[in-house]
Structure formats: structure tokens, C-alpha cells
């Protein structure tokens, strides 16, 4: 099954170990690039189920979940938050090691926020208070999200995700290219909190005032599509993107966008476009501003705004570099944090 695959390789060397004696493993139903940048640093072992058609997702992994668990038996288990998935990690806690086991929970915003309404909002509130019981520690990305957690856990520590380290890939790729493409990049994924309508009017104005070629990343609905879009020989829309081709798409740019309309949504965009050293335009909420401060540009949800605010950043040097030490000062003091609030865990 191509979608299934387990680092053994990464399983082989030795587990991370806080108290002298925890072996640990972080296990996830989802490839996601915060997982990555933690699995990193940590240096934990992981082990990925990544297919996200329903029916395999959960019928196979649960399957995968519990067998991977009892194969290598962690005693510290790491997870990218979703409630299936917890459940079963649960099931092996109580079930398979009489409790004897810690669980992480790195928590997605939407996730943990989630609602439902109607007749079964009140069972999927009773199923979700009961599952973060067992949980040891809930790993949020910024304190807007604390106390959101901590109705549901009594530790809950912060941690952001570092500017990704591109390697120098995308300095190389500057090189060799001689020059940036032009072209704007709009990092986008299309989910809820994105301001879709808006993305799509603003890269019209964009290319119409800047003269650039648009190029909207993700796989956009067709039916949200303006027509006007499709026939602009300006705007280009490459749906999903390999990996190379979407950071030869991020290299090259002379300016990126990312939007949302969610307070408390730190942006994934935002940590590719800034480690890649791109002029970054970035939505004005509170939680964009404070975790990046002056790395990024900032606008309001309008056309000529952010038009206005990418013309400024193409104007400027990319992120100066005093901006990227403070906010790598600030993610080495909530990782401090992080890993003493994990030995303490994992300690008791």
C-alpha cells in the first residue's frame, strides 16, 4: 500500500529518552510538516499512516495503528491530534499497557476547537472531553489556543514551529535561476478559514496593478473558480504540486501571500515563505503578528491593501535578519520550555 509507510531505518536508532528509561514514538494518520519539523528536533522515531480516504483511514488504520504501537511498544507516544487516531493510541494505553503509557497530543487548531451541532453535539462533546482525560500533555502553537486546551487538559504547553531550514535549496535555486521568477505566489490550501473569494479578486488586482504572473498553490473546487480566473492568461492554478515543484515555486517568487481569517491560525505558508527568505505577506490577526512581528508585512482582508502591502514588500530586502533571530529567540525559549514540561510529564 503505497500511502502506508514506516521509517524503519529512523526506528532503528535509539529512542529519545528524558528519564533514562522512555522509549517514544510519535505515530500520526496524517504527513503534515509541522510533524516533520518536530520529529526533527525531538529525534523520536515516527511512524506515518498517510491515507486520507475515509473508509481505509478508518477500517486500516486502526489495524496499522494498534500493531505498530504493540510492535514497538512505546512507553512515550507522540501524536498529530485527530480523535480516531487518539482513540486507538487510548486503547493501547489502557487496554494493552495497563496505563503505563504517556501521550502527547500535538494539537491542530481546528481540531481542538471543533464543534458539532445538532442531535450529536452533545455525544461529541462527551467523546471528546473523554478522550483528552487520558492524554498527558496537549502541545498548542501559540497561547490564543490555551485556554481552549485547558478545558480539556490540565498541562498544556506552547510551542511554534520553527522557519523551516530549506538546506540552502533555495538559495541554490536563486542561483542557478540567476534571477527570482517574478511571479507572485498565494500559498493556498482551500480550507474553511481561508478567505477564498478574496484570494482569487485579489490576484486578479495583482496581476492587473504589478504586471505579474499569479500563481494560486493548492487544489481549488471548480466550482469556486470565477470564470474570469480561468480565462486570465495571468493566473495560473497548478492544483496540487509535487513537493520539487512546489518549493521551485516558492524559490522563485518575488512576493508570497497567505491568508486567513482564523485569529489564532499560525500558517504553514508563512513558515515556508519566511525560511526561504521570500518577501512575506501575511493576514493582520493577532496571531500572525505576534508570532512573526516585523518578518512579515501585514494587511486588512482587501484587494487594494494587499496589493499595496506586496508592492511595499517587493520594494524592501527580504526579512531582516535581526527579525529572524528574534523570532528564533523566541522559539528556542518556548522549546526550553517544551521538553522541561515533557521530562516533567514523563517523569511522573
Given at each position: 500500500m503505497?500511502?502506508v509507510?514506516?521509517?524503519?531505518?529512523?526506528?532503528?536508532?535509539?529512542?529519545?529518552?528524558?528519564?533514562?528509561k522512555?522509549?517514544?514514538?510519535?505515530?500520526?494518520?496524517?504527513?503534515?510538516?509541522?510533524t516533520?519539523s518536530?520529529?526533527?528536533h525531538?529525534?523520536?522515531?515516527?511512524?506515518?499512516?498517510d491515507?486520507?480516504?475515509?473508509?481505509?483511514?478508518y477500517?486500516?488504520?486502526?489495524?496499522?495503528t494498534?500493531?505498530?504501537?504493540?510492535?514497538?511498544?512505546?512507553?512515550?507516544?507522540?501524536?498529530?491530534?485527530?480523535y480516531?487516531?487518539?482513540?486507538?493510541?487510548?486503547i493501547?494505553?489502557?487496554?494493552?499497557?495497563?496505563?503505563?503509557?504517556?501521550?502527547?497530543?500535538?494539537?491542530?487548531?481546528?481540531a481542538?476547537?471543533?464543534?458539532?451541532?445538532g442531535?450529536?453535539g452533545?455525544?461529541f462533546?462527551w467523546?471528546?472531553?473523554?478522550?483528552?482525560?487520558?492524554?498527558?500533555?496537549?502541545?498548542v502553537?501559540?497561547?490564543m489556543?490555551?485556554?481552549?486546551a485547558r478545558?480539556?487538559c490540565?498541562?498544556?504547553?506552547?510551542?511554534?514551529?520553527?522557519?523551516?531550514?530549506?538546506?540552502g535549496e533555495?538559495?541554490?535555486a536563486?542561483?542557478?535561476a540567476?534571477a527570482?521568477d517574478?511571479?507572485?505566489?498565494?500559498?493556498?490550501?482551500?480550507d474553511?478559514?481561508?478567505?477564498?473569494?478574496?484570494?482569487f479578486?485579489?490576484?486578479?488586482?495583482?496581476?492587473?496593478?504589478l504586471?505579474?504572473?499569479?500563481?494560486?498553490s493548492?487544489?481549488?473546487?471548480?466550482?469556486?473558480?470565477?470564470?474570469?480566473?480561468?480565462?486570465?492568461?495571468?493566473?495560473?492554478l497548478?492544483?496540487?504540486m509535487?513537493?520539487?515543484?512546489?518549493?521551485e515555486?516558492?524559490f522563485?517568487?518575488?512576493?508570497?501571500?497567505?491568508?486567513?481569517?482564523?485569529?489564532?491560525?499560525l500558517?504553514?505558508?508563512?513558515?515556508e515563505s519566511l525560511g526561504?527568505d521570500?518577501p512575506?505577506?501575511?493576514?493582520?490577526?493577532?496571531?500572525?503578528?505576534?508570532c512573526?512581528?516585523?518578518?512579515?508585512h501585514?494587511?486588512?482582508h482587501?484587494?487594494?491593501?494587499?496589493?499595496?502591502?506586496?508592492?511595499?514588500?517587493?520594494?524592501?530586502?527580504?526579512?531582516?535578519?535581526d527579525a529572524?533571530?528574534?523570532?528564533?529567540?523566541?522559539?528556542?525559549?518556548?522549546?526550553?520550555?517544551?521538553?522541561a514540561?515533557?521530562r516533567?510529564?514523563?517523569?511522573?
Amino acid at each position: 500500500m503505497e500511502d502506508v509507510f514506516l521509517e524503519e531505518e529512523f526506528l532503528e536508532e535509539a529512542f529519545l529518552d528524558f528519564s533514562g528509561k522512555d522509549r517514544s514514538l510519535w505515530i500520526t494518520w496524517h504527513e503534515h510538516r509541522r510533524t516533520r519539523s518536530l520529529v526533527e528536533h525531538l529525534r523520536v522515531p515516527v511512524a506515518v499512516y498517510d491515507d486520507h480516504r475515509t473508509l481505509p483511514r478508518y477500517t486500516v488504520g486502526p489495524a496499522w495503528t494498534l500493531g505498530t504501537l504493540l510492535r514497538h511498544r512505546p512507553n512515550v507516544v507522540f501524536t498529530h491530534f485527530s480523535y480516531g487516531l487518539l482513540l486507538f493510541i487510548l486503547i493501547y494505553k489502557h487496554v494493552f499497557r495497563l496505563g503505563r503509557v504517556k501521550v502527547i497530543a500535538d494539537c491542530h487548531n481546528k481540531a481542538l476547537k471543533r464543534r458539532m451541532g445538532g442531535p450529536l453535539g452533545g455525544l461529541f462533546a462527551w467523546f471528546k472531553r473523554a478522550v483528552f482525560r487520558s492524554v498527558d500533555l496537549i502541545v498548542v502553537t501559540n497561547p490564543m489556543v490555551v485556554p481552549v486546551a485547558r478545558e480539556l487538559c490540565e498541562r498544556v504547553t506552547i510551542l511554534r514551529d520553527p522557519l523551516t531550514d530549506w538546506q540552502g535549496e533555495d538559495q541554490r535555486a536563486r542561483a542557478k535561476a540567476g534571477a527570482v521568477d517574478g511571479h507572485i505566489l498565494f500559498i493556498c490550501s482551500f480550507d474553511k478559514d481561508e478567505p477564498v473569494d478574496l484570494i482569487f479578486a485579489t490576484a486578479q488586482e495583482a496581476a492587473r496593478r504589478l504586471g505579474r504572473r499569479v500563481v494560486i498553490s493548492g487544489r481549488a473546487p471548480e466550482h469556486l473558480v470565477p470564470e474570469a480566473v480561468r480565462r486570465d492568461e495571468n493566473i495560473v492554478l497548478p492544483g496540487f504540486m509535487p513537493l520539487q515543484q512546489y518549493k521551485e515555486t516558492l524559490f522563485l517568487a518575488a512576493a508570497v501571500v497567505v491568508l486567513t481569517e482564523d485569529d489564532d491560525c499560525l500558517v504553514c505558508g508563512a513558515y515556508e515563505s519566511l525560511g526561504a527568505d521570500r518577501p512575506t505577506v501575511l493576514s493582520a490577526t493577532p496571531g500572525l503578528q505576534a508570532c512573526f512581528g516585523s518578518a512579515a508585512h501585514y494587511c486588512r482582508h482587501s484587494s487594494r491593501e494587499i496589493v499595496d502591502r506586496l508592492a511595499e514588500a517587493m520594494a524592501q530586502e527580504p526579512a531582516e535578519e535581526d527579525a529572524r533571530r528574534r523570532f528564533q529567540a523566541a522559539w528556542g525559549q518556548e522549546w526550553q520550555a517544551f521538553t522541561a514540561r515533557l521530562r516533567e510529564v514523563t517523569a511522573g
